[in-house]
């Protein structure tokens, strides 16, 4: 089966880092994203990664490792506005995307 | 421009009702999607179309029905609603299927069946 695995809620204070990690068993593999979503909203494009390695947007990067089934997204000098839930989602064999059931972040003053 | 947008925003159904909810585009994306999102659970998949003229089926399609008549609108029709289909309904497009190509979501409709 196909699965997409995320702890559910994390907590960290505002200014410093924190890292959201995912683990994934998918019958295929053409990529994994991660989006954002606040409460009550839609889910919003955060970052892609296909080749191994990290990607960094910002404050905001992600680390793929697709020999081990395995992505973070690292998050840097956390502001408020960051607590939301973070989707994990892996394009599989068909180019459908798998989602993970999120990470809810707590940011706290 | 308004990128996806979706109607109802939220509502209340007795069960056994027919619904239909509406997804419009406007970025001439050819694939659209249908997804529910359960609390505890991920988004998962309902019906999607690559293109205009076609639909697919998802991981959950049943009791659920889709038309792609044009590239624009994408709706999804429940023929009689149950309580197990209380959920939150996002659509999606993307400017086509490849790996690389982004999903966007509408603001997502909040259906409760009775």
């Known amino acids: 089966g196909q699965n997409i695995d995320q702890p559910t809620e994390m907590t960290a204070t505002e200014g410093a880092i924190v890292q959201i990690n995912c683990t994934y068993q998918t019958s295929g593999f053409n990529g994994l994203f991660w989006y954002q979503q606040h409460a009550g909203e839609a889910p919003t494009f955060l970052s892609y990664?296909?080749l191994d390695g990290l990607e960094e947007k910002g404050r905001f990067s992600s680390f793929l490792s697709r020999s081990k089934g395995y992505s973070y997204l690292l998050l840097k000098e956390l502001q408020m506005k960051d607590s939301a839930s973070y989707l994990c989602?892996?394009?599989?064999?068909?180019?459908?995307?798998?989602w993970g059931a999120g990470t809810k972040l707590i940011i706290k003053p | 421009i308004a990128g996806i947008t979706q109607a109802p925003t939220s509502q209340i159904l007795a069960a056994g009702r027919r619904m239909t909810l509406r997804c419009t585009q406007d970025?001439?994306?050819?694939?659209m999607y249908w997804y529910r999102q359960d609390l505890g659970l991920g988004l998962r998949l309902i019906h999607y179309?690559?293109?205009?003229?076609?639909?697919g089926k998802g991981e959950v399609p049943d009791g659920y029905s889709v038309s792609r008549a044009n590239t624009d609108d994408f709706p999804l029709t429940l023929a009689s609603a149950v309580p197990s289909q209380t959920s939150v309904y996002f659509c999606?497009?993307?400017?086509?299927?490849?790996?690389?190509?982004?999903?966007?979501f509408g603001p997502g409709t909040r259906l409760t069946v009775l």
């Open positions: 179309s690559n293109t205009a003229g076609t639909t």
């Open positions: 999606a497009s993307s400017g086509g299927t490849g790996p690389t190509d982004t999903q966007y």
């Open positions: 990664n296909v």
């Open positions: 989602a892996v394009s599989d064999s068909n180019y459908q995307l798998i």
């Open positions: 970025m001439r994306h050819n694939a």
